[in-house]
């Protein structure tokens, strides 16, 4: 082969090299899109579960890790819907364990509803759910668990005319109290709070906050600021999620209010952050559950956006939220009704914006 002939095979083989094997820069198309400050990991619960409908869960960390719980079954409404409870191991999620259900002592099966996972700091941890055969005329339960969630007691209905936490998860008072929101629906939808002094076992409710003409209102989160203020904030009919603020004592409101937030009648979750900020997660829209957003506060007053979670059609729905001991926050929600979803942010990393009515 003359000098030529070899320059012309050289020239002929690299442009086939870089045919079958083209340079790394143009493959970036592949790439995984960056992840928004402050979204540090996210995944399903269970990939596949072993029920058509997954909805309504709760978060928790105990000592041996983070636990869920949510209700499932066949769809929300059918007699064959339970409690079930995952655990994480710091890696995963362990396979769904049902650990309650609607069976009543003579056979006939009600569905369950809204568990409300709880880890005081002294004392077993407390699961509350619901039982019966709507919203407008289901009962309190509760179980308990002395080792983490491993092993529960047997269910104990709290006393008529006690729900215990609706939805979200109550607060620690000062004199070693539990706080609850609640609500109920058999009359209009209204708000009132509940308190037991001995983690579940005497109860005493405050008047509705609402009269359920002006707003109907159920499944209210509590903020307690530093401050020393403690603010509701509600699902509403009325397209804007509703506060009240405390008075002289918990069971003293003041009038319900709408805030700037929209609210499509779903339900929000809200946790106070160790830095004095509260931390919002909410559909940030008047009409359907997508998007999912997360919003922070300095004063319960002035919120400001700082993550989309979801905005994609879809049902992306029932967040629960809280802040574990390492400071991250952990969000679970409903994922088009069929999974549940398991978010990670680092609140430090956040970038905050202003919000607007339609963004």
């Not at 007699?79 to 049902?98: C, F, K, L, Q």
């Not at 003409?213 to 509590?222: D, N, R, S, V, Y």
């Not at 319900?256 to 106070?272: E, G």
Request: glycine share 8%; hydrophobic share 35%.
């Amino acid at each position: 082969m003359n000098a030529s002939s070899a320059s012309s095979f050289a020239l002929v083989t690299l442009l086939m090299g870089c045919a079958v094997n083209p340079p790394e820069q143009k493959t970036s198309s592949t790439a995984q899109p960056a992840q928004p400050p402050g979204h540090v990991k996210s995944q399903f619960i269970v990939d596949h579960p072993p029920f058509r409908s997954s909805h309504a869960s709760t978060i928790v960390e105990t000592k041996k890790g983070l636990l869920a719980a949510w209700f499932g079954g066949t769809a929300e409404r059918n007699p064959d819907v339970g409690i079930w409870v995952s655990r994480h191991d710091r890696r995963n999620w362990s396979p769904p364990v049902e650990v309650a259900n609607g069976v009543q002592s003579d056979g006939k099966r009600y569905p369950c509803w809204n568990p409300v996972l709880f880890q005081p700091k002294d004392g077993p941890l407390l699961l509350f759910y619901k039982v019966g055969p709507s919203p407008s005329a289901w009962w309190g339960m509760l179980v308990t668990s002395s080792d983490h969630g491993q092993t529960w007691s047997k269910p104990a209905r709290l006393p008529d005319g006690q729900v215990g936490p609706v939805r979200n998860k109550p607060v620690s008072w000062p004199d070693g109290s539990l706080l609850c929101g609640s609500s109920t629906e058999d009359n209009g939808w209204c708000v009132h709070m509940e308190r037991t002094p001995d983690m579940g076992g005497t109860w005493e409710r405050s008047a509705p906050l609402n009269d359920a003409k002006e707003f109907g209102l159920i499944q209210p989160t509590i903020l307690k600021w530093p401050s020393g203020k403690t603010q509701v904030l509600c699902r509403s009919r009325q397209g804007r999620v509703v506060e009240s603020w405390m008075g002289v004592d918990w069971k003293s409101w003041s009038a319900p209010a709408r805030t700037t937030l929209p609210n499509p009648n779903s339900a929000v979750d809200a946790v106070m952050l160790r830095d004095g900020r509260g931390l919002l997660v909410y559909n940030h829209t008047t009409q359907g559950r997508s998007p999912l957003n997360v919003a922070v506060s300095s004063d319960g007053i002035l919120w400001e956006a700082a993550l989309v979670l979801e905005s994609e059609p879809g049902e992306y729905s029932y967040p629960a939220v809280i802040q574990s001991s390492d400071g991250l926050v952990h969000i679970t929600y409903t994922w088009k009704r069929q999974r549940i979803k398991h978010v990670i942010v680092d609140p430090r990393k956040l970038r905050l914006h202003p919000l607007t009515a339609a963004r």
